[in-house]
């Protein structure tokens, strides 16, 4: 039986506005003395422990499609494969190698290492070694990036990706399981605009992973654009963030800077899942229990909503050594920032790689880079963890810049 806990009053709720911005300790306190809680807010399940989670996410008694189909009813989101259990998602699942699987990404790697180094120089431009004029992560590093993958992946031409981007970034709302109504409203719309989008492009779109998609007979229209649709919400914005997480992580430790300056690739992608594992853009996912369940950590009734919270398990001292520090080259690195199990990340690997081409690029090009603002403020949206703005001083040493 599990104990009814309650979280100590000096430590701030995971949800409440001061928790938002600083959920650790709670997730500490948590994962600690009650890895398997019910929390009468929310009235959901949280389970905090590495073991707990990664059990979780690989037990069918956890289901996606009870978690995620009710949200996706009410939000009018695509039913896709992150709502669905086996032997659906099974099935919706195998096609989207055609987009993310090792072909397709070997088929666009090359031009995104040339659209990265392209960014990298126009940022060398913007910033002036002289100058040192802050640069904005997300802006004008993690979104570009973003935005540069989903144009690899989708066809984008130049001319698309402004429109592209601004509709990424309304979808992303969807993201957010708490966001308030009239926030999901607004999401809700913007998922309508990105499908018409997405459908007027595929008529003339070049040859890429997105147009072997489409051409799958094993998807009906709406799954093949739930899969694209799903794509954009939980990836665009996550990857973006993902790099200003990694940033903030990195610039106050030279250290760790100057060694990434000099990584070959696989320290570099070591390097990608720590920064992940630390700073987890997708710190919990939700599932709702088919029947009573037991967990290393507790028992969980039948139809209970449960959120596995990746980013505690991700610090859970039981796996990871001295979790609350960055270790550049920690193998083996077990983190959960990706998932687990069947509905593990199907980017996984692009995100990867493209975080530790950039990140590198970046500290060889700019190895006296630093924050403007040593204490940055996390947003307040649960999903994805989010720094509200994180201007860099990027300028590169004597003639480093050009
Ligand atoms: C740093 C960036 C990213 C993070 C941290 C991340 C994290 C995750 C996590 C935690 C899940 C599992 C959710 C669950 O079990 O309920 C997931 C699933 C998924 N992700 Fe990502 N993701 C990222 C970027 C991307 C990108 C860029 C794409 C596509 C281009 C993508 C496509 C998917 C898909 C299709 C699934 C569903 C897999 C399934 O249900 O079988 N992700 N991601």
Known sequence: MTAVV??????AHPFSPQGRLDPYPAYDWLRTNAPVHHDTMSRLWLVTGHADCSAMLRDPAFSAAA?????????????????SDAPDHTRLRAPGQLLLGPAALDSIAADLVADTDALVDRLAGLTGAATGTPVDA???????LSTAVFARLFGLGEDQLATFTQLARAVSVNLDPMAPPPVARI???????????????LEQAPPCPMTRLAADPRLTRDEML??????????????????????????PRPAAWRALAGADERLALTAMDELLRL?????????????????????????????????????DPAVFDRPGELVLDRTPNPHLAFGGGPHFCLAARLVR??????????????????????????????????LTALPLALAAQDGGAA
């Not at 809700?188 to 492009?201: D, Y």
């Not at 599932?287 to 991700?314: H, K, M």
């Open 6 to 11: 309650s979280l100590p009053a000096r430590v």
């Open 67 to 83: 978690g995620q189909r009710e949200r996706a009813r009410e939000d009018d989101l695509p039913v896709s494969m992150l709502s």
């Open 138 to 144: 997300l802006e004008q590093i993690g979104g570009p």
């Open 187 to 201: 999401g809700r719309a913007a998922m309508g605009e990105l499908n018409r989008f997405l459908l007027a492009h």
């Open 226 to 251: 739930g899969v694209l649709g799903l794509c954009v919400v939980g990836g665009w914005q996550p990857l973006a963030e993902a790099i200003g997480n990694a940033l903030y992580w990195l610039l």
């Open 279 to 315: 700073e987890a853009p997708i710190p919990f996912t939700a599932r709702v229990t088919v029947r009573d369940v037991e967990l290393p950590g507790g028992r969980i009734p039948a139809g209970s909503r449960v959120l596995a919270v990746v980013a505690a398990a991700n610090r």
């Open 353 to 386: 790689q493209a975080g530790a081409v950039l990140l590198t690029r970046l500290a060889a090009r700019f190895p006296a880079a630093s924050l403007v603002d040593p204490e940055p403020r996390w947003g307040a949206t649960l999903i994805p963890r989010r």
